[in-house]
């Protein structure tokens, strides 16, 4: 399995940006899905997640109601829709995939195994 994140760049506060998931393998429709970030000297935390049938979603509270996450099983991708973006915001991006977890996991990082390579998103005020 592999993730490959893009999308990211330098935008100013108030702005938005769409970051993209290009997952591979062929059992991407049984994988949740996630996008978490890292900010500089921060430990990773969790933005937002979609279940493999893309009927449930969960989101930070710090980011809810700005980010939408989406996922085409289809062409196995998966986004992440951030509007309003803040400097809080500033951080590398990185998507995640694991087999089915249960709910109560789907925040938590080591759920997850495997993981994109990251995309830096910078948030100017």
């Known amino acids: 399995v592999q993730l490959q994140a893009s999308g990211g760049g330098l935008v100013q506060a108030g702005g938005s940006l769409r970051l993209s998931c290009a997952a591979s393998g062929r059992t991407f429709r049984d994988w949740d899905m996630a996008w978490f970030r890292q900010a500089p000297g921060k430990e990773r935390e969790f933005a937002a997640a979609m279940r493999y049938s893309g009927g449930t979603s969960l989101y930070a509270d710090s980011v809810k109601g700005r980010f939408t996450i989406s996922r085409d099983n289809a062409k196995n991708m998966v986004y992440l829709q951030m509007n309003s973006l803040k400097p809080d915001d500033t951080a590398v991006y990185y998507c995640?995939?694991?087999?089915?977890?249960?709910?109560?996991?789907?925040?938590?990082?080591?759920?997850?195994?495997?993981w994109g390579q990251g995309t830096q998103v910078t948030v100017s005020s």
């Open positions: 995640a995939s694991t087999p089915r977890v249960a709910y109560s996991g789907l925040a938590v990082p080591s759920s997850y195994a495997h």
